[in-house]
């Protein structure tokens, strides 16, 4: 069965910072990849997805990931990071056949200022 | 990307009661997902209700407990029944569009007493 692994429980960044996010799936065939961001009290928000091709891709909010299959991750990544990123980070994965999704513990964020 | 609305927001229910969660999307979808995150963590699916057929429970998940509708392709609900203490917990519904993303509702936050 598929896995995915956050391996950073808790992150902090002080802001403008850049950020990267781990993330390592376990499957046998290429995964359709995603992250999540749930901030305080609300739902998750998809952030970006990889399902084939171009192996970096870019995402709202200034986010981008890069799917490495050598190495079994998608990190997820953004360059400068704004109080406002504060939140709780999920890597999600879905195998072809299967329609659900199986997620990653989460990396909570905190930004300082 | 589709709008989805869960009813109520947040209760506080009593040990032995029943809640029905509702959960309206703006769009007909064919596959809405039930999922659960208990404090602290990760999301875990509780089923998949596609409309005109039963719901597809997850390993750990009995109909009994957790009674699923799907009356039309724009609707579902969930009952969690017969509530305890460790069912404290945020019930967030999802529906799947375009390529195998989910999109999901803001979540029913629960306290059982």
């Known amino acids: 069965a598929q896995s995915v692994t956050q391996p950073d429980i808790h992150i902090t960044v002080s802001e403008g910072a850049s950020l990267e996010l781990r993330c390592n799936y376990s499957y046998g065939a290429t995964p359709y990849l995603f992250w999540y961001v749930q901030s305080p009290g609300q739902g998750l928000q998809l952030l970006l997805k990889?399902?084939?091709?171009?192996?970096l891709v870019q995402g709202i909010k200034g986010f981008e990931a890069e799917f490495k299959r050598s190495q079994s991750s998608f990190n997820l990544r953004k360059p400068s990071v704004h109080w406002s990123d504060a939140a709780e980070y999920f890597c999600a994965v879905r195998t072809g056949t299967a329609s659900k999704l199986t997620f990653g513990t989460g990396t909570r964020l905190q930004v300082t200022l | 990307s589709a709008v989805i609305s869960q009813k109520p927001s947040r209760d506080i229910c009593q040990r032995g009661t029943s809640l029905t969660i509702q959960c309206q999307v703006d769009?007909?979808?064919?596959?809405m997902f039930w999922y659960r995150q208990q404090p602290g963590q990760s999301l875990t699916l509780i089923a998949t209700a596609n409309q005109g057929s039963e719901a597809t429970y997850e390993s750990g998940f009995v109909i009994d407990k957790f009674p699923i509708s799907r009356p039309n392709l724009t609707f579902s609900t969930l009952t969690v029944s017969n509530m305890s203490p460790e069912d404290s917990s945020i019930y967030l519904c999802?529906?799947?569009?375009?390529?195998?993303?989910?999109?999901f509702g803001p979540g029913t936050r629960l306290t059982v007493t």
């Open positions: 769009s007909q979808v064919t596959m």
């Open positions: 999802s529906v799947g569009e375009g390529d195998y993303e989910q999109y």
């Open positions: 990889y399902f084939s091709g171009d192996t």
